[in-house]
């Protein structure tokens, strides 16, 4: 039995940890377009459906309590170290913020948010020139943006999966792969042969191994 439940009700840590990743998140991103409202927006409600049940209310435990009980008898998922449930499901020992699944989480969340502030540098400059985004991670990937949002969201996944996140993830996926595709519609009218020669080069979401082997010349 838990002595009161006070790891959860914490809703100042909701505000407070939905507030940093979220301005982190836009500071990196700076949403512009009536498009990049929405595709931030959906991550911001990611965001805030993590730390509800991180620090608020941990609404899986609680339907899923009868099953953890009997699947793991003694141990207290009111208590916040075990709301970690990738750690106690696989049998991981020790703290939970010190084995591979988190590790993993945090390398996933710090790379997604470096592609969001490489990806913008590139592509704001390329929006002030009239040009396409074609330098950068842009001469890897179509959509490094979208790559980051989905890298940190996924990371949270591996760290403290809920069901509201789970069911989320592959929703907000789709609906970045939709927004790409919009995007490539409007490019290919805009700029037209040179879109087809970019987009005949470089793959939309998941890089060429060739290219990502440094060149005998040098960069580019």
Known sequence: MHDGGS???LWLLVIFNSAIF?????????????????????????????????YGFPLTIFLFSGWLTSRFPGVDFLAHENGHLLHTIFGFGGNAHFDVLHIASVIMIGMGFLLLSSAWRVLYSAQRAGKLAVT??????????YIGFVAIMFGFLLQWPTIITVIMFPILVIMYWRL?????????????VAWDDYAARVPAFIPKWSSLKPSKGGVA
Do not use: C, N
Request: aromatic share 20%.
């Open 180 to 192: 790409a595709k919009t995007e490539e519609t409007e490019s290919r009218k805009r700029f037209g």
């Open 136 to 145: 950068g991670l842009y001469a890897k990937v179509r959509h490094p943006q």
């Open 22 to 54: 979220i301005i982190f998140a836009f500071s990196f991103f700076k949403p512009d377009t009536k498009r990049d409202w929405r595709s931030f927006g959906a991550f911001s409600a990611f965001i805030v459906a993590l730390f509800v049940e991180m």
């Open 7 to 9: 790891d959860y009700g």
